[in-house]
């Protein structure tokens, strides 16, 4: 018990500063999301809605009072291309994109119209529309005006003819990409639209229609929507896939960090009482700082270098550092193979789960139960009382209080001096030699 107390205070105090550090990144995290998501935002602008276009006109006659009367779109055949660069911004990576939009329209003028409007309404962003056209019949149109984020030009006079209105424009967004057929319930008729996306990881927003049909192209999908006739206000959208934001997912690894100094001081507990191994809680709390700089030194790089890359190297430098100090309180074997296999299993492989999202769970689940199964088997047999209190009460050297000491090959294995920090072996095992024995064989 007098080795446990000190193990369970080394390691409370070592969860107390990975609390401390993961509040600290989720801090820095959060500080640099609000501040560059701004800044983000200003270069490449936010999510991009594109909202359908509507038509009035006023007509000739009398009987409408010169007021405007709403049209009809007859048909829409739309083709959207989307490039997905993610950019990275200290600890966070954002969704950014470049999309091409060209929209064919056609509208059919009534008889005895004196005047016919077509309205875009454009997508509400502080990024810059590139390329933007619009041609009335296949003819560019130069004559529109654009006010309040609408673009408005007056189709020429063609009454019961159809007239064909192309709108296109390149524009960069971020996040999502929508298409909306109005504010109410619209009745969309031949409608069409054909999305070329250059990632394979695609996702649809719960409040959006999912294509039709997807076809899988070199860079990644094509994706359709057609319908003939259409009544809905739900909107067509697309989610960009995210990369792993290093800042989120540091601080998550952080937290969990106390699960894995648990399971591995169990493991080493366990080992090195089987071993009749005695380690100096010192000892325990060099592994914890060891364990601790894993995630101190991931923290500071990952903003810094690939997450793969601070993973890798904040592990090494943990491994190297509990190894080599090991080899100097046991022996390399030792060292190596009970102390450094262990340490890659609790430390490394633990925290890379956190890769696998959804998996992680599930996979501490499994580890944890493994390592039960392992531990009840090699203690199966094991004589707790005499583990954990070797010296049954009595003062290192086995000697009692009263009476002579004993020596010689009858002497009780109790009455044997107990193994120094640092020593021991397998049960069954021969220990290995020390000054002591020839002392003792002397007597």
């Not at 829409?76 to 993610?86: C, G, N, Q």
């Not at 007239?163 to 996040?175: A, E, H, P, R």
């Not at 990881?201 to 006739?229: C, E, H, M, N, Q």
Request: glycine share 8%.
């Amino acid at each position: 018990m007098r080795r446990i107390i000190p193990i369970v205070l080394i390691f409370v105090a070592t969860s107390a500063a990975w609390i401390y550090l993961s509040a600290t990144v989720s801090q820095r995290t959060t500080t640099q999301s609000i501040k560059l998501q701004r800044d983000v935002g200003q270069l490449w602008g936010g999510p991009i809605v594109q909202p359908a276009p509507t038509t009035h006109y006023v007509a000739a006659d009398a009987s409408s009072w010169g007021m405007p009367q709403a049209g009809s779109i007859d048909a829409s055949d739309i083709a959207v291309k989307i490039d997905l660069e993610h950019r990275r911004k200290g600890l966070l990576w954002y969704p950014t994109y470049q999309s091409y939009f060209s929209g064919t329209y056609n509208v059919s003028q009534p008889t005895g119209v004196r005047q016919y409007t077509f309205v875009m309404p454009l997508p509400k962003t502080d990024a810059v529309f590139e390329n933007f056209s619009v041609r009335v019949d296949g003819k560019p149109l130069d004559s529109f005006s654009m006010k309040d984020g609408y673009v408005e030009c007056a189709l020429p006079p063609k009454p019961g003819a159809a007239t064909t209105v192309q709108v296109s424009y390149d524009v960069q967004g971020m996040g999502q990409w929508w298409y909306s057929f109005g504010q109410n319930v619209e009745n969309v008729r031949n409608f069409k639209l054909v999305m070329d996306c250059n990632f394979a990881d695609i996702d649809f927003p719960d409040a959006g229609i999912a294509p039709k049909v997807k076809t899988r192209t070199k860079d990644g999908w094509r994706l359709a929507w057609s319908y003939g006739s259409l009544f809905t206000s739900v909107r067509i959208g697309l989610v960009m896939p995210r990369k792993l934001n290093p800042g989120p997912w540091v601080e998550q690894v952080t937290k969990a960090a106390p699960i894995s100094l648990f399971l591995f001081f169990f493991i080493l507990f366990i080992i090195t009482t089987l071993r009749r191994i005695e380690l100096h809680p010192m000892s325990y709390f060099f592994i914890a700082a060891a364990f601790f700089s894993f995630h101190l030194l991931l923290a500071y790089t990952a903003d810094h270098l690939s997450i793969h890359v601070a993973f890798l190297l904040s592990a090494a430098v943990s491994i190297a550092l509990v190894i080599s100090y090991m080899r100097l309180v046991a022996n390399l074997r030792f060292a190596l193979v009970e102390v450094g296999a262990t340490q890659f299993i609790y430390l490394v492989l633990f925290s890379y789960t956190f890769f696998f999202e959804g998996l992680t769970g599930l996979a501490i689940t499994v580890l944890g139960i493994i390592t039960l199964f392992i531990v009840m088997q090699l203690t199966g047999r094991l004589d707790w009382a005499q583990a954990l209190n070797p010296d049954g009460g009595k003062p290192h050297g086995g000697s009692s209080p009263k009476g002579p000491s004993q020596s010689g090959p009858d002497a009780s294995p109790s009455n044997k001096a107990t193994p120094a920090y640092g020593t021991g072996s397998w049960p069954g095992e021969a220990r290995s030699y020390r000054p002591d024995d020839e002392i003792l064989s002397l007597d």
